[in-house]
């Protein structure tokens, strides 16, 4: 079965750079989340979309932004990266007929020097 | 707000041996409750849910978790381990009107010897 893809798996930036992530959903699910997992850390929501619109936001910092596109995938913009922004971003995915359940995807992992 | 309490941060058991990991949620009502286990470096894999009914439900990999309401508890067991089952565990709550962000507790890693 089809899964959350997410791209690119690995990045590395320095600081101050910009960052995009990329997530595509599983085929027909129209909500999309990310959350950020840091070291040792457990999994915090950053924001979430459903229909192209912004349906949730939690912790993210102002310098990132994040939408969702026709086709559903999502990209979650990152700028003036700090260190303290290393960490294992994962998207999830979920169709509105049963959204409780989400499915994640792989997750990218920034590295910021 | 919603909260989730992993009390056991690291579990080791041997081959063959069963296994328990505990949860405890804080809520008003009765949230959907998940455990995902996730291997290193590796993203996060559903084992099961719970919205309502039947409070043991069944998962993958032979995993299966009771919920009790009375405890506020929703504990994730395995009868028998194998290696394979090393990997850190997380609880997790999801509520929302529009969407069901999920609250994750801690975790737990999970360490199996031979």
């Known amino acids: 079965a089809a899964g959350v893809i997410q791209s690119p798996r690995h990045l590395i930036k320095e600081k101050r750079e910009t960052a995009t992530l990329k997530c595509y959903p599983i085929?027909?699910?129209?909500?999309v989340y990310w959350y950020q997992q840091g070291p040792g850390q457990d999994p915090q929501f950053l924001i979430s979309?459903?229909?192209?619109?912004?349906?949730d936001k939690g912790s993210i910092p102002d310098r990132f932004s994040a939408q969702q596109f026709s086709d559903y995938h999502s990209e979650l913009n990152m700028s003036s990266l700090e260190l303290g922004d290393s960490a294992l971003y994962f998207c999830?995915?979920?169709?509105?007929?049963?959204?409780?359940?989400?499915?994640f995807g792989p997750g990218t992992r920034l590295l910021v020097l | 707000a919603q909260s989730v309490t992993q009390p056991d941060i690291h579990i080791t058991v041997s081959e063959g041996a069963s296994l328990e990991l505990r949860c405890n949620y804080s809520?008003?009502?009765?949230?959907?409750l998940f455990w995902y286990v996730q291997s290193p470096g590796q993203g996060l894999q559903l084992l099961l849910k719970?919205?309502?009914?039947?409070?043991l439900v069944q998962g993958i990999k032979g995993f299966e978790a009771e919920f009790k309401r009375s405890q506020s508890s929703f504990n994730l067991r395995k009868p028998s381990v194998h290696w394979s089952d090393a990997a850190e565990y997380f609880c997790?709550?999801?509520?929302?009107?529009?969407?069901?962000?999920?609250?994750f507790g801690a975790g737990t890693t999970v360490t199996v010897r031979a």
């Open positions: 719970y919205f309502s009914g039947d409070t």
């Open positions: 809520y008003g009502a009765t949230p959907y």
């Open positions: 997790a709550v999801g509520v929302g009107a529009n969407d069901y962000k999920l609250s």
């Open positions: 085929p027909r699910h129209d909500t």
């Open positions: 979309f459903y229909e192209k619109m912004q349906s």
């Open positions: 999830a995915s979920s169709h509105s007929d049963f959204q409780e359940t989400q499915y």
